[in-house]
Nanobody, 121 residues
Framework: QVQLVESGGGLVQPGGSLRLSCAAS????????MAWYRQAPGKQRELVAS???????NYADSVKGRFTISRDNAKNTVYLQMNSLSPEDTAVYYC???????????????WGQGTQVTVSS
């Protein structure tokens, strides 16, 4: 059973920083794209950043220059370093990964349970 478990959310003041982590566990053959999405109240879920297995990254315009996505392939873990946070970044952040489970013949799309990030003074 493959699972994604996020950690690192919380309350931070404007201008502050947080680092989110997401670890994939279970029987995993390989992982392709790993990504972070977020969903604010009353809004659609949106892509924040993604990273390929080779390290190529993609960012939403709203977070470019402030957020950095990275991954540790040996640990099946993806990170999101968030700097210069503003109240507009308040949302539930979800980890997403394209995973080829052991014993399977294809990749599947997996989601974490979400972690709340609140930016407020």
């Amino acid at each position: 059973q493959v699972q994604l478990v996020e950690s690192g959310g919380g309350l931070v003041q404007p201008g502050g920083s947080l680092r989110l982590s997401c670890a994939a566990s279970g029987s995993i053959f390989s992982i392709n794209i790993m990504a972070w999405y977020r969903q604010a109240p009353g809004k659609q879920r949106e892509l924040v950043a993604s990273i390929s297995s080779g390290g190529s990254t993609n960012y939403a315009d709203s977070v470019k220059g402030r957020f950095t996505i990275s991954r540790d392939n040996a640990k099946n873990t993806v990170y999101l370093q968030m700097n210069s946070l503003s109240p507009e970044d308040t949302a539930v952040y979800y980890c997403n990964a394209d995973i080829h489970p052991g014993g399977s013949y294809r990749y599947y799309d997996y989601w974490g349970q979400g972690t709340q990030v609140t930016v407020s003074s």
